[in-house]
């Protein structure tokens, strides 16, 4: 297992991985051409309406005392109150949170039930007809845009069959696996296609390796071989991976949760970009960041225990 | 005063359509059930006065009551939280008469208190972008416990109709002073999260970008057809499905009672739909292209649009019909006047501008650009309209040599360059939000608000004769004033008038009673579905 010395110093890396992030991110929505007044209320603005809602947003500050403030709430565990929706920006993501969370979390899981297995049986039929099937299969997934193959879902398999909702997010937790489940398998369908290609590789190197031969001259069992060599280290390669992917399973989910109608944070954030609502999209993109690098720091410690020549 | 056969005809038409099946409605009426609704966009702000969207005005009169209500035309008024009104002979007072046992949806009676908070708070100046709607109240007097009297500054012939629009809605003063909050905004996010009104639904839950859930208010002072109070229904659950593809998926499949914004690409393949019932309910929405006149543009060069010739070549120059086919599918009708055919005093008669290609070339010779100029147009990012429009606009122009560079922004970009006066052309679409002329005419004709949209447009007799207009009370002389007002901006205004589109609303055959007035709003107070 990793030690408590190499889980300190990765989590100590996260600081000012998460100070930059915040600096870049106050700068960049600032630096957008238009402002949240001209967002709020449009072209019927007069100049007054205009300098009042400044004034009320407290952007009639200059932007180092507009940071100062903004850092120093951070500090309390305050991001602020949204100026699109005029709610806590904590309160709003706490509330829009879970809705992606399950649906990745849905997704990563839906992707690794269909690649595992099919890399496996890719790599073992190699270059026959499995393969070449599969490999195909995949490559049409991969070269389907996710809102696309999210529409042929709710097209044939919600309004047709009738078999899942068409959209939403439904009301309690099983619904919400329920209303959940389409849009993920959209988003595994790609993120599947991804990683059977880099996981068939993988198995077909372990295959390929001197000490499987040596694991087989010990007279190890073919479902020991499998399981305690070609299984753990392919997984290592798939972790990786999936760990590195995540970015882009956040990114189709901000275009599934539109077509989905998911209340989620992708849609989120593409919202309050267009309405330069600041606070929301600086919480945001501190919580995505938190997120991103909590995954990544779980990738490498399920990595390091994988294979503990990691965590030296 | 008359509105082109075209469009009466087919106002009529839907009109009747309304009317026909409420007054079936008369024997058939059915109580219970909640209607789910399919909205394009969440609301933001269910607050009257200091909302500033229209996904919040469209369904705010669910939640809340006015003293007066709109008719269905949106072109007069009638009773609503006052059973009674008079304007005095001078014009500078009205005195409107309660009704008797009203109350909001907690059960609290509504008092002349009540009514003149509300009232006074929308009136103050800097509190929300819609005081001017209500700027010639100058105090609100309470006569007795049912009588309450407006002092005006000075006459106001549109302060009827302004008190059927949402910032007079009528709130309860103790419970939003009670409201958390040291300021009247704070007060107000406060209490729009658990608002508490007098309109025929109370908001129940809310789960924003998804789901909002209305009940009905038992304490509805308006009867139904059945003699008992309305709505007729339990509830109306509201979703968020901002894809088109998806509304109208969950629409086919049954899992909507009704769906807004319909394409206009899918209107056709809705009509046929057996299920279905394809309304296109009569609006006040125009779409325009609004041309900076400035003599010079930002970068300090030369521009051509300041010439008023060059901007009646390329009003001759666009086929609208043509546009009205490639983008609302034949939805749309061509513009009569600037303001639409539903907004009252619309004069005009005939398309403006009629497309005339060799007129067009002939006005830019004579504007001295014999060989045409290069220009630019704002579409926004990511609508199809906007950018079918400009694309359709760039070929109409190049057979008069003008190139159109179509440069792609996002809203709050457009609308900060907009207000700074930093662009050439840009595409617009407006609806009223008052059954009356004068806000649009602020916004497009008058000078001194926001300078005629921003273009720097300017004719001092029309400015004259809308401050004139505001204080009219003879409506014939007021329908002279803005009959000159559209002459005028109609032959030399900064627009290129597009279109006119009706509100694309699908509902289950079952639904019945539901409008959408043409300042946009959902009533859903006479609804009902049929078992």
Known sequence: MAGLGYILRRVALMVPTLVVILVVTFVIVRSLPGDPASAMIGDRATDQDAARINAELGLDRS??????FFVERVFRGDLGTSFSIKLPVSEVIADRLPATLILTAMAAVFALLLAVPLAFLAAIKRNRVEDVAIRSAFQVGLSMPVFYTGLVLLTVLGAGLHWFPVGGYGDDLASHFYHLFLPALAIAVTLAAILMRSLRSAIITVLDAEYLDFARSKGLANRVIILRHVLRNAFIS???LLGLHIGTVVGSAVITETVFAIPGIGRLMIDSIYARDYPMVQGLTLV?????????????????????RIAR | MRASFRNMAAALLVAAGIVGSLSNAAEAVTRGGTLVYGRYADSLFLEPVLNDANVDIWILSNIYDTLLLP?????????????AWKVADDGKSVTLTLRDNIKFSDGSPITAEDVQWSLKRAATPNNGIWQFMVESIDDVVIQDPKTVVLKLKHTDPAILTALTVFNT???????FEAAPGATDADKAKAFAEHPVGSGPFILQSWQRNSEMKLVRNPYYWRQGEDGKPLPYLDGITFEVIPDDATRLLKLKSGELDGAEFIPYSRVEELKADANLNMVLFPSTRVEYATLNVRPKLS???????????????????????GIIQVVTHGVGTPMTSFMSTATPFHSGTTPLFPVDVEKAK???????????????????????????????????????GVTLDIQQVDNATRTAKYRAGDFTMRLGAWTDDIADPNEIASYFVYSKNIGALHTSWKNDEVDQLFEQSQQELDPKKRADDYAKIQATYNATGPIVPLYETPYPVALKKSVKGFVQIPLGNNIFSSTYIEK
């Open chain 1, 63 to 68: 932007l180092p005392v507009q940071f100062i």
């Open chain 2, 169 to 175: 809605s009528i709130m309860p003063k103790k419970l």
């Open chain 2, 71 to 83: 008719t269905d035309d949106g072109k007069s008024v009638q009773p609503g939280l006052a059973t």
């Open chain 2, 362 to 400: 002939q006005l830019l010779k004579d504007a001295g650009y014999p060989n045409g100029f290069k220009t630019s147009i704002f579409a926004l990012s990511g609508n199809e309209d906007e950018i079918n429009i400009s694309t359709t606009l760039q070929q109409m122009w190049a057979q008069i």
């Open chain 1, 288 to 308: 995505l960041a938190v997120l991103v690098s909590v995954i990544f720091l779980a990738t490498d410690l399920i990595q390091a225990a994988l294979d503990p």
């Open chain 2, 299 to 321: 970068d300090g060069s030369d521009n051509p649009l300041s010439n008023e010739k060059v901007r009646q070549a390329l009003n001759y120059a666009v086929d609208k019909d």
């Open chain 1, 238 to 240: 798939t972790v990786t």
